[in-house]
Each structure stands twice: as structure tokens, then as C-alpha cells.
């Protein structure tokens, strides 16, 4: 299935200015993923005159609600890539989710097509082997003590090797899917199946975690530029159930000292993949210093929080201008905010939603209500937004997002 429509005057006078946009600065761009994260993403690009295709496996995903046109497909399918390719012959392809046939990103760049932020950005993260090999032992970085395993006897040694507790998580996946944490030898053949059953891809391989005390987990969003220096944003605290975040603010409480070595952890392993954009680097704080978790290529769910004003550029702008070499001079904190997810209950095929009008009537609060089509018990259907000034207690803004987004209901 695919799709493509366009606002706006149809007169010859239109028909020029656009003629001369496309020659000046408007680029094409693929967005390979379609969530919540692309929407905003695409309504960033649209805000500057850029022209969006939005991509995703099932029709009237949220971005393409306001994307310039649309295709549907199933991104692990090469072949079915390289023909939308072809078809619409972007300037840009942007990546959203991790389930894409991503090594053909690397022939894609020799067309002379920009991969968002590289090819090798985008191939290595999109699987946790090669990024927490690239992490450990090619820069160094301290992570936890690690394992893979492609079966549930090879998880059992593992997990003998590193320990429990530990976590275990699918080599692809998004959001905490398939990932759990085990606490003694009974759970190791329920975690392998539920780490095959929330895999995203044909990777059956999970990644074997020590379990580490951590005090604290932040995002540190990262830009690389083509042209300026790497830049980064104020740290992003978060609270995860079920492997999925269900707050997030900014900025978390770190010290100068962990800022500083989170941040040179991030400008290395970012350099070493390449490219421009905006990186969620997400760190463990511990009282023995920062270990490395992960990194996504691409604007982090956390950083929606980005979305209450507390940065003179959200996440998503930060990422389309990183990626037009626009430049930017500075990131700076204008006030503290916290998000809080909304979510749904039952599975629905026409999901309704109450307490809107509850949500709207406080004051210093906003909720995005992402237009998913269908719900389904814990799926992320919206978000509700909270901030206020600098000197405000980022707990109390935090505390009141969560109860915030209690007062809306996903109705089945």
C-alpha cells in the first residue's frame, strides 16, 4: 500500500515558489518508522519547508498522518526496500525503528543517498552486538560484564558465567520488548522465550547483562554536526517498568563529575559511528562511577520530554537541523519539565480517549495524543508534559506529569 498527497495552492505562483524551494534547501526525506517519535520528527521538517515520506508495516501509522505521502511495507524485506528507494530517490533516509534490513544502507550511501546519521551509525546500533562490542571492546567504555547466547542451553551458560541476577535482552528490539531480568535459575527458559517473542527482526540472539546497582539511569542526547562541534543537551532522568520508560525529566540530578565522563563516553562512541544527527546515549550512574548502556541513532523516547519547552530546541529539531547542516549555536535549558506516558489497557481496534479536557484545563501542562490506531494492554498511546521554572523541584514537576497522566483514560 502506499500513498501520497500534498496541502497547499496549486497556482502557478505557488507552483514557482516550491519550484525554487526544492532548489535552494528542500530536501527529501524517507522515514524508515512511523511512531510517535517520526511524528514529531515530520512535523519538525515540515515547520522548515522539508518533504517527508513516511514508512512503517501497517497503514495510518502517526507519522504518516502528516507526512507529505506514505508506503507501507515490511522493512526487513530487502527487495521491497530497494523499490521505494528507487521510487522516490530520497536525499535522506531517516531510521525510526530497528526492525529495517539496515545493511543495505551501505549500498544506499554509494548512490550518494545520506543514511541518517551513517550507514555504520545506523547497521551497528540497530543490533546490540555490534554497538556493546564497538562500546567495550573496541573503545573501552565501562558496561556491564556481558554475554550472547542464540539458544536456551547457551543462555544457561551465560547466565552461569555472568551471574544472577542479570538481564537478559533480544539482540533487536524496541521499547522493553523481550527483555527481563533473572533472578534465579527457574526463570532462564521462560526469559528465553519471552526475549524470541518480543525480538524484532530475523535475529534470534539475545545479549546477557550482569545485573548492575545502579542508583540511577539518564539519557544523555548527543549532536553531531557536520561542520561544529559535538553538542549535548541536559541530562535526562527516567524511571523503566517493563524494560519501557513511564517518566522522564530534565534535567536529572548528576554530578560534574559523571556529567563529564558520560559525556566522554558519548562523544567516543558517537565519532566512532559517524555521521550527524542526534544520539540517545543512555548511561547507569553507580556509586563506582558510569557505565555505558545503550545508544539509538536517533531522537530517544526519554526525550520527550524536550516536548515541554525545556531547551530552546526539542529533540526532533535538534535532529533535522543536525542532519541539514544547519547550524546550531547552542543548547541551553530554559526551564524543567517531565513527561509521563499514557497508557492503554485493552486491546482496541478504534481507541477513545478520556480526561482530555481534565489535562488541558491545568495550567504549565500539555499532552500529545499520538493517533495510534489500535491499542493493545501497555502500549504507548500518548504523553502528558510538565514544567515550570528552574528553580522549581524537578520531583514535584516530576510527581505531578505522573499523576497528570492518570487523568486519561484509553478506552476500548
Avoid at 517520526?38 to 497503514?59: C, L
Avoid at 547497521?123 to 573503545?139: G, H, P, Q, S, Y
Avoid at 524494560?243 to 563516553?265: C, F, H, L, N, T
Amino acid at each position: 500500500m502506499s500513498g501520497l498527497f500534498f496541502n497547499g495552492r496549486s497556482d502557478n505562483s505557488q507552483q514557482q515558489t516550491t519550484k525554487i524551494q526544492h532548489t535552494t534547501m528542500t530536501k527529501k526525506i524517507l522515514l524508515l518508522g512511523s511512531g510517535e517519535l517520526g511524528k514529531e520528527f515530520v512535523i519538525a521538517a515540515q515547520r522548515i519547508g522539508q518533504t517527508v515520506i513516511a514508512v512503517d508495516s501497517y497503514a495510518n501509522a502517526p507519522a504518516m498522518q502528516v507526512a507529505h505521502g506514505y508506503e507501507v511495507i515490511n522493512m526487513l524485506d530487502g527487495a521491497a526496500l530497494d523499490t521505494i528507494i528507487a521510487k522516490h530517490q530520497p536525499d535522506f533516509i531517516v531510521p525510526e525503528i530497528e526492525a529495517i534490513r539496515t545493511e543495505r544502507f551501505y549500498d544506499y550511501e554509494k548512490q550518494g543517498i545520506t543514511v541518517v546519521p551513517s550507514a555504520k551509525a545506523a547497521n551497528f546500533t540497530m543490533n546490540r552486538k555490534a554497538i556493546r562490542d564497538l562500546a567495550a571492546k573496541d573503545l573501552g567504555l565501562r558496561t556491564a560484564n556481558y554475554r550472547y547466547a542464540t539458544s536456551a542451553s547457551e543462555l544457561e551458560k551465560a547466565v552461569s558465567e555472568v551471574g544472577i541476577p542479570c538481564v537478559v535482552k533480544p539482540l533487536m528490539s524496541s521499547s522493553g520488548k523481550g527483555q527481563s531480568t533473572i533472578k534465579s535459575e527457574g526463570d532462564i527458559a521462560k526469559a528465553w522465550q519471552y526475549a524470541v517473542d518480543g525480538s524484532r527482526g530475523d535475529v534470534v540472539e539475545v545479549i546477557v547483562e550482569a545485573f548492575i546497582n545502579f542508583h540511577s539511569e539518564i539519557t544523555l542526547l548527543t549532536i553531531t554536526q557536520n561542520n561544529n562541534p559535538t553538542l549535548f543537551c541536559a541530562p535526562i532522568g527516567h524511571r523503566q517498568e517493563r524494560g519501557d520508560y513511564q517518566e522522564s525529566w530534565q534535567p536529572a540530578r548528576v554530578s560534574d563529575k559523571d556529567i563529564a565522563e558520560a559525556q566522554d563516553m558519548a562523544q567516543k562512541v558517537t565519532e566512532a559511528l559517524g555521521g550527524a544527527g542526534l544520539f540517545g546515549v543512555e548511561f547507569f550512574l553507580t556509586d563506582e562511577g558510569v557505565y555505558f548502556s545503550e545508544l539509538s541513532p536517533r531522537p530517544h523516547d526519554t526525550g520527550m520530554v524536550t516536548l515541554a519547552g525545556t531547551q530552546n530546541f526539542n529533540e526532533f529539531e535538534l535532529h533535522l537541523r543536525a542532519i541539514l547542516s544547519l547550524p546550531i549555536a547552542a543548547v541551553t535549558l530554559e526551564k524543567n519539565g517531565a513527561s509521563a506516558v499514557i497508557l492503554a489497557s485493552e486491546n482496541s481496534e478504534q481507541p477513545t480517549y478520556t480526561g482530555i479536557e481534565k489535562v488541558a484545563a491545568l495550567p504549565k501542562t500539555d499532552f500529545r495524543i499520538f493517533g495510534k490506531p489500535t491499542s493493545r494492554p501497555y502500549r504507548r498511546m500518548g504523553v502528558v508534559l510538565t514544567s515550570d521554572t528552574l528553580e522549581t523541584p524537578i520531583e514535584s514537576i516530576t510527581e505531578r506529569a505522573k499523576e497528570t497522566a492518570t487523568l486519561i483514560t484509553v478506552n476500548a
